[in-house]
Nanobody
Framework: QVQVVESGGGLVQSGGSLRLSCAASGNIFSIYSMGWYRQAPGKQRELVATITNGGRTNYADSVKGRFTISRDNAKNTVYLQMNSLKPEDTAVYYC???????????????WGQGTQVTVSS
């Protein structure tokens, strides 16, 4: 199957920066897109940013201009550079990979375990 592992979370002061990384591994034939979602306590999981294998990006309005998603296709790795962090960015950040395991077959979504990001005021 597919393993998705995030790293890079932590505690940072308001206005600071963090960089998250996510690597997908396993029996992967191809990856269509990778992305980041977050879930704050008591709230639903929400999209932060996604990037396709062609480099097309999509951002939540709340992070535009502050966060940048990038991807290393050769390493099946996606990064999220988070600048000008705010307390409301505090959440568990999850990586999602949409991958195909065979040349002919469905593309399915795979989730990591999540990494905590805490922004203090």
């Amino acid at each position: 199957q597919v393993q998705v592992v995030e790293s890079g979370g932590g505690l940072v002061q308001s206005g600071g920066s963090l960089r998250l990384s996510c690597a997908a591994s396993g029996n992967i034939f191809s990856i269509y897109s990778m992305g980041w979602y977050r879930q704050a306590p008591g709230k639903q999981r929400e999209l932060v940013a996604t990037i396709t294998n062609g480099g097309r990006t999509n951002y939540a309005d709340s992070v535009k201009g502050r966060f940048t998603i990038s991807r290393d296709n050769a390493k099946n790795t996606v990064y999220l550079q988070m600048n000008s962090l705010k307390p409301e960015d505090t959440a568990v950040y999850y990586c999602n990979t949409i991958a195909r395991l065979k040349a002919i077959g469905p593309s399915l979504g795979y989730w990591g375990q999540g990494t905590q990001v805490t922004v203090s005021s």
